[in-house]
Each structure stands twice: as C-alpha cells, then as structure tokens.
C-alpha cells in the first residue's frame, strides 16, 4: 500500500517511514511545501497533517485531488501516536506490527 503524508514535522520523517514501514506501506513524506507534493500521483491513502500544513499547500493539495477517488485522512496533530491510528483505520488488517520499545 503506498501512503502519502503532507505535513509534519521534519525531523519525524524518518519515524513516519519507518512505522508505515511497519505496517507494510511505503511512504512518501512531504513536511513542506515543494513541487513534489503538487504532483501526488496516485496513492492509496494520503494523510494531511493539517495542524502543521500551510494554507498554500492545503489548497494546492485540494486542487490536484479534486476529482479522483484518494482517500484522505485528515489530522490535525502530526503525532506518531495520530499516525498510527490513521495507519490502524484505513490499512487492512494483516500481520500485526510490533511493539515499539
């Protein structure tokens, strides 16, 4: 399952990986704004960390996915915590990940 996340915080891009990695997702992270998030392509979830996303990229993210059927989970924290239970709700169920210590 590839996964999307636009915003955040850049120094948790790596533990966004490495949990969506858990779950056996692939990630693309975008904590700012750039030319990559505007070209999206077409992942199966993308999760908006609004709290830490600007306006300019809310919108611009509201444009390229008007029209096409992406799920969007929106969050308003950019937490590990936040992630894992978007991660917990719209990935299926398979092998459990492992406790984190």
Same mark, same amino acid.
């Given at each position: 399952?590839? %996964?999307? %996340?636009?915003?955040?915080?850049? =120094?948790?891009? &790596? &533990?966004? =990986?490495?949990? =969506? +990695?858990?779950?056996? #997702?692939?990630?693309?992270?975008?904590?700012?704004?750039?030319?990559?998030?505007?070209?999206?392509?077409?992942? $199966?979830?993308?999760?908006?960390?609004?709290?830490?996303?600007?306006?300019?990229?809310?919108?611009?993210?509201? +444009? /390229?996915? +008007?029209?096409? $059927?992406?799920?969007?989970?929106? =969050?308003?924290?950019? /937490?590990? /915590?936040?992630? &894992?239970?978007?991660?917990?709700?719209?990935? $299926? @169920?398979? @092998? &459990?990940? #492992? @406790?984190? @210590?």
């Amino acid at each position: 399952m590839s %996964i999307v %996340i636009l915003g955040g915080n850049e =120094c948790m891009t &790596r &533990r966004y =990986c490495d949990l =969506c +990695r858990k779950y056996n #997702c692939k990630a693309k992270v975008y904590p700012k704004f750039s030319r990559g998030a505007q070209d999206l392509g077409s992942p $199966d979830l993308l999760v908006l960390f609004t709290g830490t996303m600007s306006h300019k990229m809310l919108e611009s993210v509201g +444009r /390229s996915t +008007r029209g096409r $059927d992406i799920p969007i989970a929106w =969050c308003h924290s950019s /937490s590990i /915590s936040a992630l &894992r239970q978007v991660l917990e709700t719209h990935v $299926d @169920p398979g @092998p &459990r990940p #492992c @406790p984190e @210590p």
